[in-house]
Antibody, heavy 124, light 113 residues
């Protein structure tokens, strides 16, 4: 059973850079192909997709965040890192990493499972 | 971007009754190549991350009770709970998985009457 866990700071100051790490556990050793996305949920509960990274290092970003967002693989094969620059109070949200679902041989773009999420507050 | 609008924003239904939640996309999310509509449904209970219920509009995720069903095609979709149980109290979201940026509906809050 695949699980994901987000880690990083709970509080960042305006203009600072946010770095979050997603650690995947339970991946079968013979699973070489995967997709992971980062999403966030505002205090008002709206869900927003931020970006995606694939096993072959293909990356896709939300146009609204493209200039500030980088998603990369971590030092471990089982880690994905989000970097969001120039943080603003409007970026206050719970950040989730998610694995994209699969249906047999098909890699989909629905999200399962989700990490528990990490609440990041942007405040001076 | 694909804009998804859910209706209603909230509803209260008696236990054992049928629940219907709608999701409308600003553009078609039907793929003629595989005859599938690329819409997913999620359930989010308080303090928990969303959990996948359905993808390709009507394919139930493993482990999801069969009282949950999805229907629709093109731009108009419905999530139905055939017989409401107490544990179904949650916020429900639709999501298009047709193309990036993947987008969500605003959510529908379901309560017990």
């Amino acid at each position: 059973q695949v699980t994901l866990q987000e880690s990083g700071p709970a509080l960042v100051k305006p203009t600072q850079t946010l770095t979050l790490t997603c650690t995947l556990s339970g991946l079968s050793p013979d699973v070489n192909e995967w997709r992971v996305s980062w999403l966030r949920q505002t205090p008002g509960k709206a869900l927003e997709w931020l970006g995606r990274i694939d096993w072959d290092d293909d990356k896709f970003y939300s146009p609204s965040l493209k200039t500030r967002l980088t998603i990369s693989k971590g030092t471990s094969k089982k880690q994905v890192v989000l970097t969001l620059t120039n943080m603003d109070p409007v970026d206050t949200a719970t950040y989730f990493c998610v694995r994209h679902g699969v249906a047999g041989p098909i890699r989909g773009n629905w999200f399962a499972p989700w990490g528990q999420g990490i609440l990041v507050t942007v405040s001076s | 971007d694909f804009v998804l609008v859910q209706s209603p924003d909230s509803l209260a239904v008696s236990l054992g009754e049928r629940v219907t939640i709608n999701c409308k996309s600003s553009q078609t999310i039907f793929n003629g190549g595989d005859n599938k509509s690329y819409l997913a449904w999620y359930q989010q209970k308080p303090g928990q991350p969303p959990q996948l219920l359905m993808y390709w509009a009507s394919t139930r995720e493993s482990g999801v009770p069969d009282r949950f069903s999805g229907s629709g095609s093109g731009t108009d979709f419905t999530l139905t709970i055939s017989t409401l149980q107490a544990e179904d109290v949650a916020v429900y979201f639709c999501q298009q998985h047709f193309s990036t940026p993947y987008t969500f509906g605003q959510g529908t809050k379901l309560e017990i009457k």
